[in-house]
């Protein structure tokens, strides 16, 4: 019976699934920390080009 309880690897799958999904949320989370600054400092200029844009439109609708 002790035999047979050692070698019962039901679970085991799981197991592994859980260690692959910690595996891969701790490289997310690397890359996320790795890129952050300049992700956040690319849709800062994207930002502030449309702004500029809307007030060149501004500018040039009224006529001045």
Same mark, same amino acid.
């Given at each position: 019976m002790l035999r047979k309880w050692f070698k019962d690897e039901e679970g085991q799958g799981m197991v592994e699934y859980g260690l692959i999904i910690g595996l891969i949320a701790i490289v997310v989370i690397v890359a996320l920390v790795a890129l952050g600054p300049k992700i956040r400092d690319m849709f800062d200029q994207v930002n502030d =080009? $449309?702004?500029? $844009?809307?007030?060149?439109? @501004? @500018?040039? +609708? =009224? +006529? @001045?």
């Open positions: =080009s $449309i702004d500029n $844009i809307g007030k060149e439109a @501004t @500018t040039a +609708g =009224s +006529g @001045t």
